[in-house]
């Protein structure tokens, strides 16, 4: 069986980091088989549905690495949803209801004062033909529902095992507006099937869903999908993801200067068995991707740790990888300056700050007047000899010279040619300071 997967967001709002979790599983999943991945937007709500966030979803799996084999959009399928509407309907399993949204709502009310539980009461199923003729005629139009079996249904779900739903104890689903425009159970079903989808990859939220939708792909006369609900991203305190982590949209994260791969890696691995570590690329990361590495508790996730997973990032990070995207910052660097450099990095943008310390005047650390002598004098010691040597010949020479040792040693010196205390290894910074210009900063 070729794998088929698809993400299927509604283009209501920008990808945040829980959609991005969503994406990337489906994307391993691809990966992993050889599969394809479908990217379909959910925009039957026409209201909340807007061109430009459909836009900036295409541009942001692109950003975050992620390249679907094909794309399309539900409201371009509405015939299709009203032609299986008819085959329902056909089938007995599609029915009309005239309800309107207070009159469910004092039904259920009167259902809870009973201490009955407030499920739809089908009562439409049971209406004639000239009931429905009259209700018309008032100037209603049906929603339409479907009737669920009333049997529990099972599924093995590929992440949490063995999900049991009683359908018995839900209401049937509307499928159908009022207005003829299909909800989100319907279509998605629909396309699912026609898709030829294989494996749906989706969050927990979806469970309860999943059983409706198993009914209606067998209603449809259509094999179920497998099913597999991941967790989903809690902030830190365990609460659902706040607003304002939900708000940490894609590209707030892209402009903020966070690598692609940093946000797939994090959002992929928190909450699975797997540590959370730099990851190469999407390849690598397909290879670590299993189902039942996916913990059944909440992922928890806090905002700081992509600061220190897109540093650990940058300091395993290939200068071919890197190239482009200094390039891109307009940022000179060539490879033995990123090198040196990027194990003290955050983001790709602070190399700028290396290249300026390296190029620019600096300013003048404050030395006690005997290290300032000391490194004046250090001046004439300072080898010929420009590379990777240059400074451990450099503080060989001075420690015979000075008898200094350790701190005393190296320290003023690092402050005199960086005017930082910490930083790269000087034995790699040191030659890409021209040397003049370190005699310079020596006092020479
Ligand atoms: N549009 C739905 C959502 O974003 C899709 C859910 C699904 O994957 O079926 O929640």
Request: some cysteine.
């Amino acid at each position: 069986m070729s794998v088929i997967v698809r993400f299927a967001p509604s283009p209501t709002g920008f990808l945040h980091i829980g959609n991005a979790r969503t994406a990337v599983y489906n994307w391993l999943f691809a990966l992993k088989h050889a599969g394809q991945f479908i990217l379909r937007l959910d925009d039957t709500d026409v209201e909340r549905s807007k061109d430009e966030f459909a836009l900036a979803i295409v541009e942001d799996m692109h950003w975050l690495g992620i390249h679907f084999h094909s794309t399309f959009k539900q409201s371009n399928k509405l015939a299709r949803y009203a032609q299986v509407a008819d085959e329902l309907r056909a089938k007995g399993r599609l029915y009309a209801c005239y309800e309107t949204a207070d009159e469910l709502d004092r039904k259920r009310k009167r259902q809870m004062a009973r201490g009955v539980p407030p499920v739809y009461d089908r009562a439409g199923l049971k209406l004639t033909a000239e009931e429905r003729a009259v209700l018309e005629a008032e100037g209603r139009s049906p929603h339409w529902r479907l009737l669920l079996n009333d049997v529990d249904i099972h599924f093995a779900d590929g992440i949490r095992g063995d999900v049991r739903i009683a359908a018995g104890s839900m209401s049937d689903p509307v499928l159908i507006r009022e207005d003829g425009s299909p909800l989100y159970t319907f279509s998605s079903v629909v396309d699912d099937a026609d898709s030829g989808v294989t494996h749906i990859i989706r969050g927990e939220d979806h469970v309860t869903n999943s059983g409706v939708q198993i009914q209606l792909f067998e209603a449809m006369g259509t094999k179920a999908p497998i099913f597999a609900h991941h967790n989903l991203l809690t902030a830190a305190s365990g609460e659902g993801l706040s607003k304002r982590l939900g708000s940490l949209s894609l590209r707030g994260l892209a402009r903020d200067g966070y690598e692609p791969m940093t946000v797939a890696a994090l959002a992929a691995l928190i909450g699975t068995s797997d540590a959370v570590a730099p990851v190469k690329d999407m390849d690598t990361l397909a290879q670590l991707f299993e189902f039942h590495k996916i913990s059944r508790a909440p992922a928890k996730f806090d905002p700081a740790e992509l600061v220190v997973l897109n540093a650990r990032t940058l300091h395993e990070m290939e200068f071919v990888i890197a190239q482009p995207k200094l390039v891109a910052a307009g940022i000179a660097c060539n490879e033995a300056l990123w090198r040196a450099v990027r194990g003290n990095i955050s983001f790709v943008k602070d190399v700028q700050g290396w290249v300026d310390i390296i190029s620019k005047p600096i300013a003048t650390p404050e030395l006690s007047a005997e290290d300032a002598d000391y490194v004046k004098s250090a001046a004439a010691s300072l080898p010929q000899q420009w590379d990777g040597d240059t400074w451990k010949l450099w503080i060989e020479a001075l420690k015979a010279s000075t008898g200094r040792k350790g701190k005393p040693l190296f320290m003023p010196l690092r402050l005199t040619l960086t005017g930082l205390e910490h930083g790269p290894e000087m034995a790699q910074l040191l030659p890409l300071i021209k040397r003049d210009e370190v005699l310079k900063r020596l006092g020479i």
